[in-house]
């Protein structure tokens, strides 16, 4: 499959329900059918996503076994051939060798690109540590015939920062398809960009998509998007044309949520909204995750009806 990577990608959400026995299980017709009705929305200018990302942060990936995250995978992939669009998944690993086995597996099940993610070390590792694991994931990634996209997320709580020459080196490798930058920093964006114009960069921060767009980001992958398709959709629209003033109104309505998506709750919050925005909030609340207070749901209710108010106004919702 060819991938040109213009254009927002929705990190979907693993739906879960509860088995027999009352314990958690992925539910794999509600996560289907959320990841259709995501990739099926038009935004005003016509286009729509242009791939779909699964098990990721969002996707619970943190708290499912391997088979759970293969199983799921492979579901999601039937929905990526349906709509035509690349399925991606995260991998992260403490060796390059146990990287490479991920990949491999992740290749079976329909993936085309992995977002790797640094090396979950305690340690720091050197620049040449982290440059090989990255080049033997890139060589796996050529043997199994899937691409990688290099993940840069010092932001987050225990992943290790790539320094801006080691994305340079990295950015380069064959079967390194994009890099995605999930960092405040959106000069570093604009850095790499300078060193190379035809660099693929997308944004993997919510509240930056207008400024990642202005230093040169070609798309984004998005959490709110998955709740505001046709918002998300729109507001990547308006960035690729340059029409900063429409970008940055849509960027201003749907902020409420767009704050959530750089916090650590990231994953329970945003699905709670989604479970608000299809009137199951039980179902937004089932997660392998953390247990929400009272207090954070209510915060995340006033910020979901704030953003739909302001979206409703643009015509926006859906």
Known sequence: MSIQWNGVMPAVFTWLKESKSGSLEIDLD???????????????????????????????????????RLCLLKSLSEVAKEYHVPLISGAAAETKEELAKIVEGLSTVGVDTVMVMPPKTKAVPSEKEMYEYYALSEATAKDVGVTIMPYNNPDAAGYHALSTELLKKISVLPKVTALKISTIDVSIIETLMLENKGLKILAGVDTLTVYAGLAGASGGITGVGTIFPKASVTMQEYVLNGEWTEAYKISQALNPLSYLDAQPLLMEYLKLAMGIHHNDIAGGLRTFGKKLTQQQIDDVRVRYILAKERLEVLDLVG
Do not use: C
């Open 30 to 68: 509600a996560t289907q059918k959320q990841a259709a009705g995501i990739l099926k929305t038009q935004g005003k200018g016509g286009s729509r996503m242009s791939g779909l990302v699964g098990s990721g942060t969002l996707g619970e990936n943190s708290y499912l076994s391997t088979k759970q």
